[in-house]
């Protein structure tokens, strides 16, 4: 059983190292922001509620988002552990989420180099816009940098430099998982 939770800038490198860690380690990788966007898809208030809030780079308020994990995390193929990317993002929600957190891993990356990486690359998603990006840069800043300090004080935080070749990031993040 193991719960990790990857923690970066948009174009920190997350879904890469997540689904690595994933095909490596056999356990579900999964990201908050792609249940979100699924969800958003429905033609329902709470649908519609998500979209625009996302498409604004905005957060999805703590409760809600705090009830949606959850009840997903509950799916019997999370039972013997997971690989969460983008939760938690405040500090609320690492204060309410109940099931236990192993390691938690800090891709490091500049905002500069973040911002690089993710003009480089093709997105066919809405809410990829540079106004979105900017804004939830800025807001991992403000509410997410806590989330690390927070982890940090219960000696669970790994921070890794995220400015590297994939491949050595991955060793890094290995040995670490593994000297638990
Ligand atoms: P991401 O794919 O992680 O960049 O997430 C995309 C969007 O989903 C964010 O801009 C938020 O609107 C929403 N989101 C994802 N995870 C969270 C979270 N833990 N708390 C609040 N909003 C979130």
Not at 68 to 75: D, F, S, V
Not at 78 to 99: C, H, M, V, W
Not at 121 to 138: G, H, P, Q, V, Y
Request: proline share 3%.
């Amino acid at each position: 059983m193991l719960k990790l939770i990857l923690i970066g800038i948009q174009g920190a490198g997350k879904s890469t190292q997540g689904n690595l860690l994933s095909q490596k380690l056999d356990i579900p990788y999964l990201s908050s922001g792609h249940i979100f966007r699924e969800m958003a898809k429905e033609k329902t208030p709470l649908g519609r509620f998500l979209k625009e809030t996302m498409n604004a780079g905005a957060l999805i308020p703590d409760d809600k988002t705090i009830e949606i994990i959850e009840e997903y995390l509950a799916k019997p193929e999370y039972a013997k552990g997971y690989i969460l990317d983008g939760f938690p993002r405040t500090t609320k929600q690492a204060e309410i989420f109940s099931n236990g957190v192993d390691k938690v891993i800090y891709l490091k990356v500049s905002d500069k180099e973040a911002l690089w990486r993710i003009s480089g690359r093709m997105s066919d998603r809405e809410d990829e816009t540079l106004m979105a990006i900017r804004k939830r840069i800025e807001l991992f800043h403000e509410f997410t940098e806590p989330v690390i300090a927070y982890y940090g004080s219960q000696g669970r935080l790994v921070e890794v430099d995220g400015e590297r070749d994939i491949q050595e990031i991955f060793n890094d993040i290995l040995t670490h998982v593994e000297a638990k």
